[in-house]
């Protein structure tokens, strides 16, 4: 590994431009960058729009994301847990889906209970094919 990392200090490869698609999108040290010379913009994130729990491969639960969201004063977050078709990131399927909205439920009750604005939000990433299906059987459990 050594000699690898000198080679590349050495002789940079060559770093190739990113497809088309991703043109626009920031790299986490260019928002970092950005968002040091504008602290203020961190005050205006209302919520967080991709969450993933311990129902897939995200490690806390939806109580604990939804703690740490209100210390942070957002107004909502979105679970949205990989769906069965990626079962490398611990993929749900329609039964857990189901499970988890109940869960998204009594967490949302608590909050509502405890006087936060708060509100927990579901989604799914959804894997699609080439054809544009997903990988569920049932899309009414989104409803």
Known sequence: MDKLIRRWIAD????????????????????R?????KPSWLSD???DLQLHTEWSDGSGSIEQMAEAAAVRGYEYIVITDHSKGLKIAGGIDEG???QQAEEISVVNSTLKSAGQRLRV????ELNLDPAGRGDMDDKSLLG
């Open 45 to 47: 994130i209302k919520g």
């Open 12 to 31: 940079s490869p060559a770093v190739p431009q990113p497809p088309e698609i991703r043109n626009g999108f920031f790299t986490l040290t260019h928002a």
């Open 121 to 124: 939000l579901r989604s799914l």
């Open 33 to 37: 960058a950005i968002l040091a010379k």
């Open 96 to 98: 857990q889906l189901q």
